[in-house]
Nanobody
Framework: QVQLVESGGGLVQAGGSLRLSCAASGRIFMSDVMGWYRQAPGKQRELVATITSGGTTNYADSVKGRFTISRDNAKNTAYLQMNSLKPEDTAVYYC????????????WGQGTQVTVSS
């Protein structure tokens, strides 16, 4: 009922920047919390950043000061601006949308590869 389509992943050199986008469609609600997660090979999926409908953000310590999450509710799109990229940031990045009202639900995008060369 909710579809998330990611774009913007790719290959970048250390110190560079990349901007990820996540377009949502289907049965969506403005109250949904949107977020970005990532998973490196052999590691658990970890939270990168989240943003509430009111604009409250939360970041993993490893990306604070470098990454910025934002959302455009009119376009049903979330963004992740990634600056000063490090090789440690290499992972598959997943868009997430969590339902906060009684309907419930937790939805994921297909994932997009981000590779940072040293």
């Amino acid at each position: 009922q909710v579809q998330l389509v990611e774009s913007g992943g790719g290959l970048v050199q250390a110190g560079g920047s990349l901007r990820l986008s996540c377009a949502a469609s289907g049965r969506i609600f403005m109250s949904d919390v949107m977020g970005w997660y990532r998973q490196a090979p052999g590691k658990q999926r970890e939270l990168v950043a989240t943003i509430t409908s009111g604009g409250t953000t939360n970041y993993a310590d490893s990306v604070k000061g470098r990454f910025t999450i934002s959302r455009d509710n009119a376009k049903n799109t979330a963004y992740l601006q990634m600056n000063s990229l490090k090789p440690e940031d290499t992972a598959v990045y997943y868009c997430n949308r969590r339902r906060t009202i009684m309907t419930g639900g937790n939805y994921w995008g297909q994932g997009t590869q981000v590779t940072v060369s040293s």
